[in-house]
């Protein structure tokens, strides 16, 4: 994954303000992250070492009571108050080139006002410092700490804007929370996994070495997103030694051939599963220890 510029990506604001603020909207412009100057250094000193832009955590602040305007020349918030490694992160679900890092604050934290957040990323120096590589604000939010069987926990999410010209690692912490986006797309793929399409059928005319077949009407599978189970005479076949698949026509997604790289002759009892599997892009990620 790589990343640029992130010019102007609009944060989500607060559904239930706590504090009287003029223009507070959840669709205000004046909600923004951006890009610093020291990320962007980081990112030209690591695409001229050919190294990766690393993130590893987002901190949020309070403003000193006040929402800032973000601006570039910031290396730090104005007065953080809390800081956690990334939970995870997600791609948009309307643009493939924004991705969410997201960070979970527990209920076990709080007591302090959210105007503010930050993206940091490793130092390319051993032993440096971490750097602001992006930097927002926010709608102020209240950040409640578990009181009297009270247990309220909060998601800050993050746009990062990608494009192809450094490459960028998100660093996930093994012991973060799931984000609620995250929860939803596991939820998805798990119910896709219930459902599955199966055909049965007998081969009525030989099919030579690397002949395409084509599955029984109604059988149609996405290409490198589905998961096929492909059977020959009860004999489980595997991709890339016994079959591939055939990437589908024209403009359309979907596929209803296989090609089997062995010869099948007539009277051959073949059967096909086609079960549901995530449809999301796969990121670069990389765990921390």
């Given at each position: 994954m790589a990343s640029t510029e992130l010019n102007t990506a609009t944060v989500p604001a607060s559904d239930h303000p706590q504090e009287s603020v003029a223009g507070l909207a959840t669709d205000d412009p004046q909600y923004f992250c951006v890009l610093t100057d020291v990320g962007a250094e980081l990112e030209a000193a690591a695409l001229a070492a050919s190294k990766p832009v690393r993130l590893i955590s987002i901190s949020v602040g309070d403003g000193?009571?006040?929402v800032p305007t973000p601006t570039t020349e910031?290396?730090?918030?104005?007065?953080?108050?809390?800081?956690?490694?990334?939970d995870s992160m997600s791609t948009d679900e309307t643009d493939p080139n924004i991705c969410w890092v997201h960070m979970v604050i527990p209920a076990t934290e709080g007591g302090f006002w959210i105007r503010e957040f930050g993206v940091w990323a490793e130092s390319l120096e051993e032993d440096g410092d971490p750097v602001l590589y992006a930097y927002g604000?926010?709608?102020p939010l209240y950040k409640l700490k578990s009181v009297l069987g009270q247990a309220i926990t909060s998601e800050i999410s993050v746009p990062v804007i990608t494009s192809s010209t450094t490459d960028v690692e998100?660093?996930?912490?093994?012991?973060?929370?799931?984000?609620?986006?995250?929860?939803?797309q596991v939820a998805h793929v798990v119910e896709d996994l219930r459902e599955c399409q199966e055909a049965v059928w007998t081969v009525?005319?030989?099919?030579?070495?690397?002949?395409?077949?084509?599955?029984?009407?109604?059988?149609?599978y996405i290409p490198g997103k589905h998961l096929l189970d492909v059977f020959y005479n009860s004999m489980l076949c595997t991709e890339g030694n016994n079959y591939e698949e055939v990437a589908a026509s024209?403009?359309?997604?979907v596929s209803n051939k296989i090609k089997m790289l062995f010869a099948v002759p007539q009277g051959s009892e073949m059967r096909?599963?086609?079960?549901?599997?995530?449809?999301?892009?796969?990121?670069?990620t990389t765990s921390s220890n």
């Open positions: 000193n009571g006040t910031a290396t730090a918030l104005v007065n953080q108050v809390y800081s956690k490694a990334i604000n926010h709608a998100i660093v996930i912490s093994e012991t973060g929370y799931a984000s609620r986006l995250e929860l939803l009525n005319t030989d099919i030579a070495e690397n002949g395409v077949v084509t599955l029984p009407e109604g059988l149609e024209g403009s359309s997604a096909v599963l086609v079960r549901g599997f995530s449809t999301q892009p796969k990121l670069n």
